[in-house]
């Protein structure tokens, strides 16, 4: 049965992985009946370690849109927030990040009101930030108690699955993590899709391509550290048009990528011909 890779793609670091065991890993590429890869970076490392038939289709996650009824959740939510709060959303957070950003929110000056809403990557940990949140007296509210925040708490924690959309479209502002440390970042467009002006750290090696064709086309920003996540949110809090541009951006950017489905079908379509009826 041939076997396809699809939405292929291969970091510098593990390509690195991948040569040290080269002995069992390009036979393994090798016996792939074809590779479809996300960017052209992504194909020549593919094919390097050994993969045959590798084509560029594009990234799938272009094509994804916001899932119906997001918005609704997005409002409903706001509405337990405090529908006239600025709301800087931090999406999947990585251990050590929350701890960055408190420290920055202890610094740098927020406008006022504005709700920080922390969501960590991984559920087992939303525990260990409960406790940081504690150990800092830092006031906060559980999204699992389904209660709306009173207006001097200022910190949220997005301790639920399946909710990420909601709190994109939630937000004013939307810090996507897994990037303030070298962890290689998160996949910033879902919130570009809910049209979410979105910044991101200086650590987006796993999201390379898609990252920086995404600040080059103004639909999200790049912060060096903490300090400056905290000052760029504040601007784009205080600058409504700002954020209108950048949403703007967004819709321009995903619109201008979209077809990696198409393409892929298409190719795999010329790759894969049903046998001839005996």
């Known amino acids: 049965m041939p076997l396809y890779l699809v939405n292929a793609r291969l970091s510098p670091r593990s390509f690195a992985g991948y040569r040290r065991f080269a002995a069992l890993t390009q036979p393994m590429f090798a016996a792939l009946a074809g590779v479809a890869a996300q ?8 094919a390097a370690a050994g993969a045959t038939g590798v084509a560029v289709t594009g990234n799938l996650k272009f094509d994804a849109e916001a899932p119906p009824g997001a918005a609704d959740a997005g409002r409903a939510l706001r509405a337990r927030f405090g529908a006239a709060r600025p709301v800087l959303v931090a999406a999947s957070t990585r251990d050590g990040e929350e701890a960055l950003l408190l420290d920055a929110l202890a610094r740098g000056a927020l406008p006022a009101g504005t709700l920080v809403v922390i969501v960590p990557r991984h559920p087992q940990r939303f525990d260990g930030v409960a406790a ?6 830092v006031a906060f509210v559980r999204r699992s108690a389904d209660a709306d925040v009173p207006a001097d708490v200022r910190v949220v924690l997005g301790d639920t699955l399946g ?31 809910a049209g979410t002006p979105t910044l991101v750290g200086p650590h987006t090696f796993n999201f390379a391509e898609a990252t920086e064709k995404a600040v080059e086309a103004g639909a999200a920003m790049r912060v060096a550290d ?3 996540l905290t000052a760029a949110a504040a601007a784009l809090l205080c600058d409504p ?31 894969v011909r049903p046998s001839a009826p005996r």
Do not use: C
């Not at 960017?39 to 593919?46: E, K, P, S, V």
């Open 39 to 46: 960017t052209a970076d992504d194909a020549r490392r593919l």
């Open 163 to 193: 909710e990420l959309p909601a709190y994109y479209a939630a937000a004013d502002v939307a810090f996507v993590g897994g990037s303030l440390l070298p962890l290689g970042g998160q996949n910033l467009l879902e919130a570009l899709a």
């Open 226 to 228: 903490a300090d400056a």
């Open 132 to 137: 940081l949140l504690t150990s800092r007296g």
């Open 241 to 271: 048009a700002r954020r209108a541009r950048m949403r703007e951006a967004a819709a321009a950017f995903l619109g201008a990528h979209r077809g990696a489905t198409e393409r892929l079908w298409v190719w795999l379509g010329d790759r």
